[in-house]
């Protein structure tokens, strides 16, 4: 797998919809996947026989499967080829949205 790290640009790191205390200062860098993008930026891979985002595949290797009606995103760096999964939280389509 091709990946790269980023130092993460502070301001954006820190910035959320919601409440900006209940956020834990950011630790490690982004891990960019450069290896496979769709059109929209977000990294591509075979996992299991199928293509899914990256950031999906990288959740799912930590966390175990994604539940049905939730999907993975970029909660703090909000990079879309981003596979750290330390920056990566399950929510609802909703909620994606509002990002
Ligand atoms: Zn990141």
Request: charged share 25%; with cysteine.
């Amino acid at each position: 797998m091709n990946a790269v790290e980023v130092q993460l640009d502070g301001v954006r790191g820190t910035r959320s919809t919601t409440s900006a205390t209940e956020l834990t200062p950011i630790t490690t860098s982004c891990v960019l996947f450069t290896d496979w993008k769709n059109k929209k930026g977000y990294g591509q891979r075979w996992f299991r026989g199928r293509r899914i985002g990256a950031h999906r595949a990288a959740w799912i290797e930590t966390h175990g499967p994604i539940p049905k009606g939730l999907e993975v995103n970029h909660w703090r760096c909000f990079q879309p080829a981003c596979i750290n999964v330390e920056h990566l939280r399950l929510a609802t389509r909703r909620n994606n949205a509002k990002n």
